[in-house]
């Protein structure tokens, strides 16, 4: 037992007191106060059956999460639009219940992605903390596949579906308070937060789903649960070695769009928005509603790489340029306010930067520093140019 609440204990303080050293040497600890259990039953008691039987039980353990793990992250989901707190409440729920399915690990892979991009505007820790709670913890504890505890019990002949049968009211209560708590601070949170609208872009479809040849794979795990070992460990780690992830260079197929926007001090009745720029340093902006300038407007993006920093550089086609020259002439001492949509794979969007006008831009250039990371802003670069291609091929509509 000393071993064990040690590394209790060590797991809930170590990474709050000292993270640096518990990322450097939490494998060490763990395999270390294992060993020394292990060591117990194998050589101070010499009771090797049931050291035996502890491994065993372990490896069905780890086939049957390991495998959900693998062959759920070869799901991809992606969404497109925002959520509100009553529609996130929903979203929590549904990912409660397929905890039960896929496990907790299972389905905390295949849903954080949307999970994210639903809620991309306005993330917030809460987000990510009842995520867990709920996904990833609570939610699955209907069913032998959702709770590693509840799995050895059924490995120990407990009935598949007893807990469901007798615990779903401690279930039903449990996930209900936290979905509770999680609605009241979600509700604050979304009246006070300036949300970021998402850009209408070239597909316009809400979900997409990459990865569906993975559910004959999760179909041969969830029918193993019920097969004797060792067939029931062979055919989980089969279909994980089996699947395969439909993530793939979109290459020319990967599209973004970008709304650049004016800022607009008057506040004129109708005309005017407020928006939040710079996640670490959020600035309120009001903004006119409709861009002027558009990646339809958009020859060329590049991204600039320097020893200090990278930037995004557009090159307006004609007609943009012209417009562009214009709105800096006319608008001088103002802002303008750039939004961005990329990325097939995350459907991310946010508000980018909003850089100052200072003076009549002749050439069509126009260079800005996004808030976003190197990679989100070379997939922006990326899908602002095969959008530029496919516009100039008379491909879009």
């Not at 990510?128 to 504890?141: E, S, T």
């Not at 996004?370 to 989100?376: C, G, I, R, T, Y």
């Amino acid at each position: 037992m000393l071993p064990f609440a040690l590394l209790l204990g060590a797991m809930a303080l170590a990474p709050a007191c000292a993270p640096g050293w518990w990322r450097r040497h939490y494998a060490k600890i763990s395999l270390g106060l294992g060993a020394v259990t292990a060591g117990w039953y194998a050589f101070a008691r010499q009771d090797w059956p049931s050291l035996g039987a502890a491994a065993h039980e372990y490896l069905g353990f780890i086939a049957l999460v390991g495998s959900l793990f693998v062959v759920s992250g070869g799901i991809h989901i992606g969404v497109r639009g925002a959520a509100t707190p009553g529609k996130n409440v929903l979203f929590l729920l549904g990912g409660a219940l397929l905890a039960n399915l896929l496990g907790t690990t299972g389905a905390a892979m295949l849903l954080i992605r949307p999970w994210l991009q639903l809620n991309q505007s306005r993330i917030a820790a809460h987000h990510i903390v009842f995520f867990i709670f709920i996904v990833a913890n609570v939610g699955g504890c209907l069913t032998p596949i959702g709770d590693p505890p509840l799995f050895l019990g059924y490995l120990q002949g407990v009935p598949f579906w007893w807990v469901a049968k007798n615990c779903w009211p401690m279930w039903l209560l449990g996930v209900g308070l936290l979905l509770g708590i999680f609605y009241a601070i979600d509700r604050k949170h979304f009246r006070q937060t300036p949300t970021a609208p998402v850009a209408p872009a070239a597909d316009r479809k809400q979900w997409r789903v990459a990865g569906l040849k993975n559910l004959f794979f999760l179909a041969i795990i969830l029918g193993a649960i019920f097969a004797p070992s060792p067939w029931r460990e062979g055919l989980m780690l089969a279909a994980a070695a089996g699947c395969k992830s439909d993530k793939k260079d979109t290459g020319d197929k990967h599209l973004a769009s970008l709304r650049i926007h004016i800022e607009n001090r008057a506040q004129l009745p109708g005309e005017g928005k407020t928006i939040s720029v710079i996640r670490s340093n959020p600035v309120l902006v009001t903004i006119n509603t409709e861009p002027v300038l558009t990646e339809n407007n958009i020859l060329k993006a590049t991204l600039l790489d320097s020893p200090v920093g990278y930037a995004v550089q557009i090159q307006f086609d004609e007609m943009g340029t012209l417009q562009y020259e214009q709105y800096t002439a006319a608008y001088q001492g103002k802002h303008l306010v750039i939004f961005g949509q990329w990325s097939e794979e995350t459907t991310n969007s946010r508000w980018l930067a909003a850089p100052l006008i200072t003076g009549r831009v002749r050439d069509g250039v126009l260079a800005f520093t996004p808030d976003a990371s190197h990679e989100e802003a070379k997939q922006l670069v990326l899908g602002l140019n095969n959008m530029a291609k496919k516009i100039a091929t008379g491909k879009m509509q």
